[in-house]
């Protein structure tokens, strides 16, 4: 038995133990959840929406898992510094882990993910991506310019260990330059298991 399902246990076993317990009012209240005394039908509805339960349902479950793309069909870049991409096309964000405003993902809990990123880009320019961790390089995919070449393609894996909180991201080399598609310019990740 895991933490959280003692804890569920626990707090089922409470509130059965609670409503069982004579010289109780007898009023009971019908919602969504069922029929249940006024306090505790009004406790279940709050803690439900709460981020506290969504995150202990989420680490209960384990299911993390994101693929996104970056809109627009065209070039972005040559940029001047380093910029972080915000891929804005949601493809599937199981667990909200994906910030589509500000293209990074954090991690919800401690434990071994596998992320990968690929690009598609213009041969006339060239390509430098690094797959970033708390602003660490972790790795890069990159092509040079070239006269004779129309278009590169490319992409990279790797499997992280993070802790929760933990920050993933895409970062585009300064004067280097991607191809925007949601189709072929994509980052994905998912959480194999907790540690």
Known sequence: ITRMTFSVWLLVCF????????????TEVASEI????????KFLKEFGKSEAFQILVLKEK????FSVGLPGDTAIGPVNLLTTLVYKRVITNVGN???Q???????PVRGMYYFSF????????????????NN???LASSDHMTLFDGADNGGNAAFLE???GDQVYVQLKANTHVWGNSYTTTFSGFLLYQI
């Open 118 to 133: 690929f690009y598609h880009a213009g041969g006339y320019q060239p390509v430098n991506l690094f797959l970033m961790k």
């Open 62 to 65: 384990g299911k993390v898992a």
């Open 97 to 99: 882990a994906y910030n």
């Open 15 to 26: 509130c059965g133990l609670t409503l069982g317990q004579e010289g109780l009012p007898q």
């Open 136 to 138: 660490e390089y972790i």
């Open 162 to 164: 993070l802790q929760q």
């Open 101 to 107: 405003l500000t293209g990074i993902f954090v991690a």
């Open 34 to 41: 069922g029929s249940c005394f006024p306090d505790m039908c």
